[in-house]
């Protein structure tokens, strides 16, 4: 946890810390500026931060496929973040990852699900597959806003049928969720690594009972 903290705090205090190597980079990374400071995911305390001048040029179709991008790691890191949480809790799936093979549904926690051995390729093999179906079922089109990926006949809400004002908001809380998520996550990763596997649950627990 406290490895998380460090590299929340680290990330902010260096958006102040870049300066543009030559006056023309420098130019260009105005006019990206000037192209990208309405877009969702621009937001205090960082504004448009872009530390490494991706979208340096200005080309949107380019923006567009790393925010896509982005929005994709960030639900992901949301729903590895939960599954952390939840099973250092305790919680765990019922039943077998295959019939009579003995190893339990529910994958360890956190970097354990690596390196314990626990999980069988079986259990590998099905999240593959379904990250795959997903990729083929909801791909991300150029018509559609970055991270959108609903069918047109689904029945979720969607961004489209908001007011502006109420879809910017939506999109600013996923992005922002995405990234504090991919940085708690990264924090529990090293964490772990550095106390043998420990979920971040474990360790609070036992700062807080000493």
């Known amino acids: ?15 102040s810390a870049f300066v543009a190597p030559a006056p023309k980079f420098s130019r260009t990374r105005g006019v990206a500026r000037m192209s990208f400071e309405g877009e969702a995911g621009v937001t205090a305390p960082l504004g448009y931060w872009d530390p490494l001048g991706f979208s340096a040029d200005g080309d949107v179709e380019k923006f567009n496929r790393y925010r896509a991008i982005e929005i994709k790691h960030g639900r992901v890191a949301m729903l590895a973040m939960l599954h952390t949480l939840v099973t250092g809790l305790g919680v765990k799936l019922p039943g077998l990852v295959a019939a009579g093979d003995g190893i339990p549904a529910s994958m360890p926690a956190g970097i354990n699900a690596i390196t314990s051995g626990a999980w069988a390729a079986q259990g590998w093999a099905q ?33 489209e049928d908001k007011t502006e004002e ?13 990234r504090l998520a991919m940085v708690a996550w990264t924090g529990a990763t090293v964490g772990a690594l550095l106390t ?9 627990l036992a700062k807080l009972g000493n």
């Open 1 to 15: 946890m406290k490895t998380a903290a460090l590299l929340t705090v680290s990330s902010l205090m260096g958006a």
């Open 127 to 159: 999240v593959l597959l379904f990250c795959s179906a997903l990729e083929v079922l909801a791909p991300q089109k150029e018509d559609k806003i970055p991270g959108d990926v609903q069918p047109d006949t689904s029945a979720f809400a969607k961004l």
């Open 166 to 178: 109420e879809a910017l908001a939506y999109q600013n809380k996923e992005i922002n969720n995405g």
């Open 196 to 204: 043998n596997g420990e979920d971040p649950i474990t360790t609070l």
